[in-house]
Nanobody, 124 residues
Framework: QGPLVESGGGAVQAGGSLKLSCSASGHTYSNLNLGWYRQAAGKERECVAAVSRSGGATYYTDSVKGRFTISRDNANNMIHLQMNNLTPEDTGVYYC?????????????????WGQGTTVTVSS
């Protein structure tokens, strides 16, 4: 598989917003579920959002529901994560990921292909 490349991270104040983007860099990933993981300091990497290959189904972990929105642009082989009302607990490195297994429920999403990550820092 080709690389996954994230962009859009940065430093914001609590309550602010960021939009992350992920490019497949020449590979369609059109048949794969895609998602975003977050790794905060001292914590395990956690899936925060995932989207089905069609874009018609989404998953969010409880801590981001109502604040984050994942979307998919298959024509351009990209996914996005709109993050609103950010809190310091959202600080971490965000990774774009793909699950190579077709047809799995999003609650079972497992990243197999990974980007290098983009850092989000939210200050109080």
């Amino acid at each position: 598989q080709g690389p996954l490349v994230e962009s859009g991270g940065g430093a914001v104040q609590a309550g602010g917003s960021l939009k992350l983007s992920c490019s497949a860099s020449g590979h369609t990933y059109s048949n794969l579920n895609l998602g975003w993981y977050r790794q905060a300091a001292g914590k395990e990497r956690e899936c925060v959002a995932a989207v089905s290959r069609s874009g018609g189904a989404t998953y969010y972990t409880d801590s981001v529901k109502g604040r984050f929105t994942i979307s998919r642009d298959n024509a351009n082989n990209m996914i996005h994560l709109q993050m609103n009302n950010l809190t310091p607990e959202d600080t971490g490195v965000y990774y774009c990921a793909a699950d190579r297994r077709p047809g799995f429920a999003l609650v079972l999403f497992q990243g197999v292909y990974w980007g290098q990550g983009t850092t989000v820092t939210v200050s109080s």
